[in-house]
């Protein structure tokens, strides 16, 4: 594993042992459709390309390369371990969730790649994007999308997050009661911060002749802890592969 994303051998040790972990819920039940689930969206606007393809070194392929690894998060509400020697695929996360001076573990599988042509909306657009699965032991069931949209006839781009959810039963009682009081609240923070940190970060690297450099500063820049420098400095690999 990648030294620096897994900070120490407790990290190590704890993400290892999730990679036999099973979901803590059953996909079919999403397909199904019933009330049990919370259905979230976000649509964040990016900077437009000109209609047509995707654009060599255009938001849309930048975005795309953001979205690599889970280093898009704001850390301070979420951080993700991972090894980023393994394909994106199939790739078990060890997710940091932190509310309020608390901090929990939780392990997630990623699900699904995928690059395709699909409905966003009314209409069709070109979407990039992953999604992931909890693992047992998350405070939380479902499953999560992250993806970037281009709708060619007009050239517009989007970055879009959406999820089914819904909490855990079998979790501590200590848990549950943090979940009632600002469970709700602190999820909604981190999907709205999020597609804020997306427009940032692309158009920081969009901007100047280094978006490696200039992405780094401006996820420093929108992490509200400084000290982050793992996710900052993955980033900047990222968009320049």
């Not at 573990?105 to 909890?134: F, H, K, M």
């Not at 420093?220 to 802890?225: A, G, K, L, V």
Request: proline content about 7%; charged content about 30%.
């Amino acid at each position: 594993m990648a030294a620096g994303l897994i900070p120490d051998e407790r990290t190590r040790r704890a993400l290892a042992r999730l990679e036999a972990a099973p979901l803590n819920f059953d996909p079919g039940e999403l397909a199904a459709g019933t009330d049990a689930w919370s259905y979230d969206e976000r649509v964040q606007p990016l900077p437009a390309e000109p209609p047509g393809p995707r654009q060599p070194g255009g938001a849309w392929e930048l975005a795309r390369r953001l979205m690599r690894g889970y280093e898009f998060a704001d850390p301070s509400l979420v951080r993700a371990y991972h090894d980023p020697a393994t394909p994106l695929e199939g790739r078990t996360l060890l997710l940091e969730v932190r509310w309020w001076g608390l901090r929990f573990r939780v392990g997630c599988r990623v699900a699904d790649v995928y690059e395709r042509v699909e409905p966003v909306g009314d209409r069709d657009a070109l979407v990039s994007g992953w999604s992931y699965r909890t693992l047992a032991g998350h405070f939380e069931q479902g499953e999560m999308h992250w993806q970037v949209a281009k709708w060619p006839e007009t050239g517009e781009v989007a970055f879009r997050l959406y999820s089914w959810s819904r909490w855990a039963r079998d979790v501590h009682p200590l848990v549950r009661a943090g979940i009632a009081l600002f469970g709700r609240r602190a999820q909604l923070r981190f999907y709205d911060r999020t597609c804020a940190r997306m427009l940032r970060l692309t158009e920081a690297a969009l901007a100047g002749t280094e978006p490696g450099a200039a992405v780094r500063t401006a996820s420093e820049r929108h992490t509200t802890s400084r000290r982050d420098d793992a996710v900052h400095d993955e980033l900047a690999r990222n968009v320049e592969r």
